[in-house]
């Protein structure tokens, strides 16, 4: 018989821990979180040397929690003592809070079909299919890297495959993408005295926006500014690399413009991720965005009743949940749904209102406002 649970949060990373907590909060027993590898998986595998944008402050006894927590009674800050964590310092984080409120995470399981069978979903996993009544898909973007996107890109390294910068061999490295993964790549390879030319289509110094998604943040703006050596690092903006191909010697990086780069080591490739979407593409529909289509009031998958989707991968017109600070105020938004739907008081869930991790209303996002 397939065991079968009434809610199943698939991924234990910020969205799936977060969405758990709140229906902790409201006494909702019959969950669990299925989780590939172990809680926080995508942080223990940033390279070493990233360390959050967002800054962590324990702010919360006044009203306004810590930037990167994610229940408005937790504090990053105040757990790690630190301002801008490594992702191993917030997995920990998110270990602790995991322990503390006994979230029931199955470890190890990898979900890697769904489908809908009359009213519940049969989960296929590496611990054979499971079903439920609803499903939160929260298995996040990072183990989803983007690494098919020009002819030969698959000569590059992706940023999310890199253990470490420090351990990388070589004195000269060539990085494809200048927003924030990239220019976390150059100044912690030129930091470590190696010359970096970085190239993007866009001029990311000069894009401002209220919008952190949008432009690079202040954080790393102080980090180039602080390099002891910043003729380690070239720029070129304005065209993108079209392929990359594999020569004897180096690689040769071919711009859309004409002109052409040599590499002896293998480039690196900064250029975002897919989505772990790909995964329920049977149950989906996508705007011309490719985006998934949501219930902007509920985050529920338009066409696939009390199937809902948390994490980076929310969009709501120019609305991009992509930071934690963002993405964690839908988290009660999908636990109150539920429990409407279950008919379980959803009172307890005005303190994520307070704590202002309860946006129910999107307006506030739309345009160039900040969010
Ligand atoms: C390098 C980098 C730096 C970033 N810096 C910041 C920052 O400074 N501030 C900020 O707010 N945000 C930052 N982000 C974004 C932030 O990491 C995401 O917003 C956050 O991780 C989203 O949490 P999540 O739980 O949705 O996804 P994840 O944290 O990716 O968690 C998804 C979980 O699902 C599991 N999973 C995946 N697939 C499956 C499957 N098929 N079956 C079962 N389990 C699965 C994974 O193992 C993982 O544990 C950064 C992201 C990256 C990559």
């Not at 991790?357 to 999107?362: I, R, V, Y």
């Given at each position: 018989m397939?065991?079968?649970?009434?809610?199943i949060?698939?991924?234990a990373?910020?969205?799936?821990l977060?969405?758990?907590?709140?229906?902790?909060?409201?006494?909702?027993?019959?969950?669990?979180i299925?989780?590939?590898?172990?809680v926080g998986?995508?942080?223990?595998?940033?390279?070493?040397e990233?360390?959050?944008?967002?800054?962590?402050?324990?702010?919360?006894?006044?009203g306004?929690p810590?930037l990167?927590?994610?229940?408005?009674l937790?504090?990053?800050?105040?757990?790690l003592?630190?301002?801008?964590?490594?992702g191993?310092?917030?997995?920990?984080?998110l270990?602790?809070?995991?322990?503390?409120?006994?979230?029931?995470?199955?470890?190890?399981?990898?979900?890697?079909?769904?489908?809908?069978?009359?009213?519940?979903?049969i989960l296929?996993?590496?611990?054979?299919?499971i079903?439920?009544?609803?499903?939160?898909?929260?298995?996040?973007?990072?183990?989803?890297?983007?690494?098919n996107?020009?002819?030969?890109?698959?000569h590059?390294?992706?940023?999310?495959?890199i253990?470490e910068?420090?351990?990388?061999?070589g004195e000269?490295?060539?990085?494809?993408?200048g927003?924030?993964?990239?220019?976390?790549a150059a100044?912690a390879?030129?930091?470590?005295g190696?010359?970096?030319?970085?190239?993007?289509?866009?001029?990311?110094?000069?894009?401002?926006?209220?919008?952190?998604?949008?432009?690079?943040s202040p954080r790393?703006?102080?980090?180039?500014?602080?390099?002891?050596?910043?003729e380690?690092l070239t720029?070129?903006?304005g065209?993108?690399?079209t392929e990359?191909?594999?020569?004897?010697l180096?690689?040769?990086?071919v711009l859309?413009?004409?002109?052409?780069?040599?590499?002896?080591?293998?480039?690196?490739?900064?250029?975002?991720?897919?989505?772990?979407?790909?995964?329920?593409e049977?149950?989906?529909?996508r705007?011309?965005?490719?985006?998934?289509?949501?219930?902007?009031?509920?985050?529920e998958?338009?066409?696939s009743?009390n199937l809902y989707?948390?994490?980076p991968?929310?969009?709501?017109?120019?609305a991009?949940?992509?930071?934690?600070?963002?993405n964690?105020?839908?988290?009660?938004v999908i636990?109150?749904?539920?429990?409407?739907?279950?008919?379980?008081?959803?009172t307890p869930?005005?303190?994520?209102?307070?704590?202002q991790?309860?946006?129910?209303?999107?307006s506030?996002?739309?345009?160039?406002c900040?969010c």
């Open positions: 397939k065991k079968s649970y009434k809610i949060i698939v991924g990373g910020a969205s799936g977060g969405i758990a907590c709140c229906l902790r909060e409201l006494g909702i027993k019959e969950y669990v299925l989780e590939r590898d172990s998986a995508a942080f223990k595998h940033w390279p070493k990233t360390r959050f944008i967002t800054p962590s402050f324990t702010s919360n006894a006044f306004i810590d990167n927590a994610i229940t408005p937790t504090s990053p800050a105040l757990t003592q630190t301002e801008h964590p490594t191993l310092e917030y997995a920990q984080y270990e602790i809070l995991a322990k503390k409120y006994k979230l029931p995470v199955k470890k190890g399981i990898e979900v890697f079909r769904i489908e809908k069978q009359e009213q519940k979903y296929q996993t590496t611990a054979g299919d079903e439920a009544e609803y499903v939160i898909f929260a298995a996040g973007e990072f183990f989803y890297p983007n690494k996107i020009f002819k030969g890109s698959q590059a390294t992706h940023t999310a495959t253990p910068y420090k351990k990388l061999i000269k490295f060539t990085i494809i993408g927003y924030e993964s990239g220019i976390d100044c390879l030129a930091g470590y190696k010359k970096v030319t970085v190239i993007d289509s866009q001029n990311r110094f000069e894009t401002t926006s209220d919008d952190p998604s949008l432009a690079l790393t703006r102080d980090r180039l500014k602080q390099l002891s050596n910043p380690l720029v070129q903006y065209s993108p690399v990359i191909k594999q020569e004897k180096d690689y040769k990086i859309a413009n004409g002109t052409t780069l040599r590499s002896v080591t293998r480039p690196i490739l900064a250029a975002g991720f897919a989505t772990s979407t790909i995964l329920i049977n149950l989906i529909t705007d011309e965005k490719q985006n998934t289509i949501l219930d902007p009031l509920t985050d998958v338009v066409g009743p989707l948390s994490g991968m929310v969009h709501h017109g120019d991009i949940f992509c930071f934690i600070y963002k964690r105020q839908r988290y009660a636990a109150s749904s539920i429990a409407k739907k279950l008919g379980v008081d959803t869930l005005e303190q994520y209102r307070r704590y991790m309860f946006l129910d209303d999107l506030c996002c739309e345009g160039s900040g």
